[in-house]
């Protein structure tokens, strides 16, 4: 008993100082249970095969989804719509959205759902991410306390409660005790989140991303006013023909840079679009969009000989509301810059064969401060030219790679991340939905955990992700590898006899002083349990103490055993007590001490308003 509390308090003293990383502390703790051997191998493991880890897991690819198809960004913007400018209105709008979702979903689920939105929010506004990333974590448990579901510590007490013959809870016993903790909370966290979580927020142009982005290359050269869309309807002579017998750039001076093809399926949310660079011997089908360059006029002859339809050249494929700018998703564009004693130097474009060797298209020349975007096939480069390429995002990074006569500028893999497939967010939308579904409805036969798996396998399927790669590397594997290995600790401070040994001890001496005076002890020792173990043990454990105590006392149980429940729930000051707290702490870039400004407080505080409202909610 004396090791395993020696380990936890140097485990808690590590956690503290932060100089070692949280997931090597927790791994250290788990090693020296595993050296005394308090815990077994297979015990000591247990925690990796936890259904809460696979959940994480799964919600991490889910939520990296629902952020790469840009499903967050347009959730983000309806909740932008209604805070307008203001921050305090951004706030509370987090904290209710997110504890209305926490009601009805896990909240690890929620957080994992809101997190992506949360951040882009954050960027949209230019506001501090954490300020409202620790209050969504926060906000997600105390919704969990408005429903029955929506925590597994009252699945616990309602457990405990029937198997002692007490009548059940019904779903929505706990909806007063919820919102009193969200209220509790909005009130202290609006000037708790200010003072200690408003973190200037770092900016994607530092040192080091010579690149610019996107949007700034489309500006800058001008692109949406020298790229053209044309349509090829079904009725158009071009149907069926390659574009070297079209031989459209001789015959109209417009170059074919790339062909855009949309699926042809029916429902919408399944709709996916085929980039392909414009090669010699592609065959043009009814409803390609040929993306084209060249002079307006020429462009206007092309479109009325050859059948074709001018697309305006805001919108995408997938929209047809005006303002949108050009879409990149296999293809994208990037800058190189020759060096001087590149052989490239008074070559034309034309011979320097970018096309036939790197399978990328020039799209424009920088020369000093002028831009060169016409009839560049006979242009000769100059030595200290910027050029503007097209082409797939693994060409233009082979190009950095393959040769020693230019720079790429930025990153094309990084670039390419940034992408958001805009088209497939309906599909996410959808997934999402039905991972929803599955959770809250009992009558489904499906855990919550293989909901959660079969989310995030869908999502990795259906091309919600550019590739495998992109799905694994939105796990955070700190926070999940951090909450594996501190899960065995309740099983250890259970062998050892060590937590019951604390609970009787407290309840024994409180039990004289009345039954709000036990009912405080027997929260506040949850509370502190709590900041060591997770929330789920902690119930488990404390609930038939609780249910005791009542009992010899003679009074009811039931406000007894909502106090563990919320006190299990109720932990802040720590950031792996719950899964939400650990799954925001590398987002918002907290450190342990963080929860402890902001979470001691706000627990002390939800423990002392608990403590009087539970008798007058749950009389004795």
């Not at 759902?113 to 954490?130: D, Q």
């Not at 510590?153 to 909806?175: E, H, K, M, R, W």
């Not at 982005?213 to 069926?240: C, I, M, T, W």
Request: charged content about 15%; glycine content about 8%.
């Amino acid at each position: 008993m004396l090791t395993t509390i020696c380990i936890l308090v140097l485990s808690a003293i590590f956690f503290i100082n932060g100089k070692l990383r949280s997931d090597i502390v927790a791994l250290c703790a788990l090693v020296a249970l595993l050296i005394f051997h308090i815990l077994t191998p297979e015990e000591a493991l247990s925690g990796f095969s936890s259904s809460v880890v696979i959940m994480m897991i799964g919600l991490f690819v889910v939520g990296g989804a629902i952020f790469q198809t840009g499903l967050a960004k347009m959730i983000s913007a309806r909740i932008l719509k209604l805070a307008g400018k203001s921050e305090l209105r951004l706030f509370l709008l987090v904290m209710i959205v997110t504890a209305a979702i926490g009601a009805f979903v896990s909240n690890t689920g929620t957080v994992a759902l809101m997190l992506p939105i949360v951040v882009s929010l954050a960027a949209n506004t230019n506001m501090s991410a954490s300020r409202l990333l620790m209050p969504l974590a926060f906000a997600s448990s105390m919704g969990g306390m408005m429903t029955l579901i929506g925590t597994p510590p009252n699945l616990v007490i309602q457990d405990t409660l029937t198997g002692a013959g007490y009548p059940a809870l019904s779903f929505f016993s706990f909806l007063p005790v919820g919102l009193i903790c969200i209220a509790v909370g909005i009130v202290v966290l609006l000037p708790l989140s200010k003072l200690f979580l408003s973190k200037k927020k770092k900016t994607s142009d530092g040192t080091g991303h010579a690149g610019k982005s996107l949007k700034e290359l489309v500006k800058e050269y001008g692109l949406s006013d020298n790229l053209f869309r044309l349509k090829v309807p079904a009725h158009s002579p071009l149907k069926g023909k390659t574009i070297i017998e079209l031989d459209i750039r001789h015959k109209y001076g417009v170059n074919v840079l790339e062909v855009r093809r949309g699926d042809a399926s029916q429902h919408r949310f399944l709709k996916t679009i085929t980039q392909k660079l414009a090669e010699p011997d592609t065959v043009l089908q009814a409803e390609d969009i040929l993306y084209v360059k060249g002079e307006i006029e020429h462009i206007d002859t092309l479109a009325k000989e050859c059948g074709l339809v001018l697309v305006d050249g805001h919108t995408t494929e997938e929209a047809s509301h005006a303002g949108q700018s050009l879409d990149f998703y296999d293809i994208g564009i990037a800058e190189i810059v020759l060096m001087p004693s590149s052989r490239l130097i008074n070559r034309t474009i034309k011979e320097a064969g970018f096309r036939d060797k790197y399978n990328v298209n020039i799209l424009g020349i920088r020369r000093k401060t002028a831009y060169l975007l016409q009839q560049l096939g006979d242009t000769r480069i100059q030595s200290g030219d910027v050029l503007l390429v097209q082409g797939t995002w693994n060409d233009i990074a082979r190009l950095s790679s393959e040769d020693e006569e230019w720079v790429v500028l930025g990153q094309p893999l990084d670039e390419a991340a940034k992408v958001t497939l805009d088209y497939k967010a309906p599909l996410a939308a959808v997934i999402m939905l039905l991972m929803v579904v599955m959770m809250v409805f009992d009558f489904i036969p499906v855990d919550p955990v293989t909901a959660v798996m079969i989310a995030g396998l869908l999502m990795v399927l259906t091309g919600c992700f550019r590739n495998v790669e992109a799905a694994y590397k939105t796990i955070n594997w700190e926070s999940i590898v951090l909450i594996a290995a501190m899960l065995p600790m309740s099983l250890a401070l259970e062998k050892t006899g060590t937590s019951a040994f604390i609970s009787d001890r407290l309840v024994s001496g409180l039990g004289a002083y009345g039954p709000i005076a036990l009912m405080a002890g027997i929260y506040f020792t949850t509370s502190l349990m709590t900041m060591f173990i997770s929330n789920t043990a902690t119930a488990v454990l404390l609930a038939p103490i609780a249910l005791q105590s009542a009992q010899q006392l003679g009074v009811s149980p039931v406000p007894f055993l909502f106090a563990v429940t919320v006190a299990a729930s109720m932990c802040f000051a720590s950031p792996f007590s719950t899964p939400p707290n650990a799954l925001v702490m590398p987002a918002g870039q907290y450190t342990f001490m963080d929860y402890v400004k902001v979470g001691l407080p706000l627990q002390i505080i939800m423990g002392i308003v608990m403590v009087f409202t539970l008798p007058l909610l749950f009389p004795f």
